[in-house]
């Protein structure tokens, strides 16, 4: 298609590309077989001007130098796994310890968004990537075929599609790590939003980020989204979970099942609401307190709380936690499901 353009050579030779996608209401996302990353994504504002609402790099290089998880895809398993490892069917399974050299954080250090994926199938509207993640890749058991792909919908919508088939019994927890600033990427603090989160609790955490097991309800807490509040009024409370993240960056328990809307931002500034729908039980709601002025795309410059995440997902840790949702796909089973971001 006329859509795809090249983006650059990797380190290792390899030639990549981003392709781009759109509807006829002025919607475009661009996205990348380098990671399966989402580059960018354009928007109207209340007066018509499109706005790009996720932070992102400049170049290639950018993207493989890059930390922070920038539009990435993220696997096998995305969030915190405790102690680095884990067993399944009695085997002991050992990870890389990436996560204050004790856990594993999305996976180790060998991401999914440092490689290069196929591309399976392509239009103006979507695109298929394709990874086949071999056995014992990152640690995990079994060879994994996976499929991601993205969408832009008549809408308004940009659908991200997660498929994956493993011949062994597995883990397997998929999302995307895109920062949001409805305000435009480059305008500053995205805490400004106006963000909603259907859930009456959130899993607590141990000092290294690591859900205890406990779930908390979220009434009368700084955490509380319920009603909608920016993300700046109660960042800075003095309550337990906030110092110990430096902000936001906790596993909320969604309401409801099956897919449904489980959050929404919304920015004064550009009047972009976005919804976020699911099938899964979490949302790890991230202010990007981690952001340390990453140089971005169009010269933007990326501090403290200037993108926030929705990352939807099966709990952190799961697998360490009978009471948590199971992550395991077993042999054979299809790993299948679904997050739409849509902009209204």
């Not at 406990?214 to 009603?227: A, L, Q, S």
Request: hydrophobic share 30%; glycine share 12%; aromatic share 10%.
């Amino acid at each position: 298609m006329d859509m795809k353009k090249e983006f650059g050579t990797t380190r290792n030779g390899e030639t990549a590309s981003c392709y781009i996608l759109k509807n006829s209401k002025g919607m475009k996302a661009v996205v990348s077989d380098f990671g399966a990353a989402l580059l960018k994504l354009y928007v109207p504002d209340k007066n018509g001007k499109s706005q790009d609402v996720v932070l992102g790099y400049e170049t290639l290089e950018d993207y493989e130098n890059g930390g922070d998880s920038v539009g990435a895809t993220v696997g096998r398993v995305a969030n915190r796994i405790g102690t680095g490892a884990f067993e399944l069917n009695g085997k002991k399974y050992e990870l890389t310890k990436n996560d204050n050299g004790e856990n594993t954080l999305h996976g180790g250090t060998d991401f999914y968004n440092k490689r290069m994926w196929s591309v399976k199938e392509e239009d103006d509207t979507h695109v298929v990537f394709m990874l086949v993640s071999p056995d014992g890749d990152q640690g995990f058991p079994g060879e994994v075929k996976i499929e991601v792909s993205y969408t832009v919908t008549e809408e308004n919508e940009l659908k991200i599609h997660y498929y994956a088939i493993p011949d062994q019994d597995t883990l397997l927890n998929m999302t995307n790590h895109s920062y949001f600033n409805l305000a435009g990427h480059a305008s500053g603090t995205a805490c400004n939003a106006k963000v909603w989160l259907d859930a009456d609790a959130f899993t607590e955490t141990d000092a290294e980020l690591i859900p205890t097991g406990t779930v908390i309800p979220v009434e009368g807490t700084p955490m509380d989204f319920r009603e909608g509040k920016k993300v700046a009024k109660e960042i800075g409370a003095d309550y337990k979970p906030l110092k110990l993240a430096g902000g936001y960056d906790h596993n909320w328990v969604l309401n409801g099942s099956g897919f449904r809307k489980a959050a929404s931002a919304e920015s004064e500034e550009t009047g972009i609401k976005m919804e976020v729908y699911t099938d899964l039980p979490g949302i790890q709601f991230y202010s990007g307190n981690f952001l340390a002025g990453a140089k971005g795309k169009e010269g933007a410059v990326y501090g403290k709380g200037c993108g926030i995440c929705f990352e939807t997902q099966y709990f952190p840790d799961a697998i360490h936690k009978d009471n948590f949702e199971s992550p395991i796909t077993k042999a054979g089973e299809v790993y299948d499901t679904t997050t739409t971001y849509r902009f209204c």
